[in-house]
């Protein structure tokens, strides 16, 4: 079974029926990169930057950063790197940065894209940084837990004011730097072709879509057995932001869990997803099953499972749709 996984690394990624898959990876360091060229993955779909940030006491300032967004793109030869702002609070903390007292309910509060927003000191030398490192190789900047388009068009605001700042001072960067947004709320979600109409690219964050969707803590053990992909409600919201975002001919990926599980991957592509992004040890058990899948031939079954309101009927479903794997 290694064998004919290692043998799958340097053929395309494409469904038995011959539709082209783009296959990412999710990076927490700029050192992963090395995991991502080993397993031959399409580039960086997801590079949780707040780790950088993360186990210090001070934060790192725009050199650093740019830094290592520089060596990230420039060791991904030409291949795209998709670097996420900053995702700090809920259950990601730093030492370096003090959010006042104990929020009374961290993954709803002043985290991610908020707290960026709040907080132009942290956030502005990050979009610098990347802006900057976008000088090197093509580098998507994409912005994490949008719930409302003011959010999105403040962070743009950002984004031109320091392009405007960059081109004073004669520093370079890519103009044409794509800018994407994660869904990972249902608001966004319900919303997407509004987001998408806006934004380069999309990318949908499951771990966090679930959670919100569901009301289950994705870090709390006593509601875990209540933590369902397959539940209907999730299922459609995928499908709407797929939709909308077809809607606005913007391409949409999925970096969250759900996507760098096998159980699931002919599901989604039955669904219509062709962008993956998964952790790179997740890579070769992926694209194996993409390459044993007609996608044409899951669309209605996928359709179905996401419809049967009973828990045991779709898995037994998912089961049939994967059935002929091993
Ligand atoms: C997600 O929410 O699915 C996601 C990819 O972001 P994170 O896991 O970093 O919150
Ligand atoms: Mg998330």
Known sequence: RGERLAALRDRPTVTADGAAVSLQANIELDSDIAAVRQVGADGVGLYRTEFLFMGRASVPDETEQYTAYRRAVRNLRGQPLTIRTLDLGGDKLSGAIDLGEQAPNPAMGLRAIRLSLREPGLFVPQLRAILRASAHGPVRLMLPMLTDLSELDHALGLIAGQRAALDAAGQRYDPAMPIGAMIEVPAAALMAEAFASRLD?????????????????????????????????????????????????????????????????????????????????????????????????????ARTLSGLPERSARQQALQALNRGLQ
Do not use: W
């Open 201 to 301: 690219f999309l990318s949908i964050g499951t771990n966090d879509l679930i959670q919100y969707t569901l009301a289950i803590d994705r870090t709390d053990d006593a509601v875990n057995d209540l933590y369902d992909p397959l539940h209907p409600a999730v299922l459609r919201l995928i499908q709407l932001t797929l939709e909308g975002a077809a809607r606005a001919r913007v391409p949409v990926a999925m970096c969250g869990e759900m996507a760098g599980d096998p159980a699931y991957t002919r599901l989604l592509l039955g669904l219509g997803l062709r962008e993956f992004s998964v952790p790179p040890n997740r890579h070769a058990e992926v694209k194996y099953v993409i390459t044993q899948s007609h996608a044409g031939a899951l669309e209605k079954a």
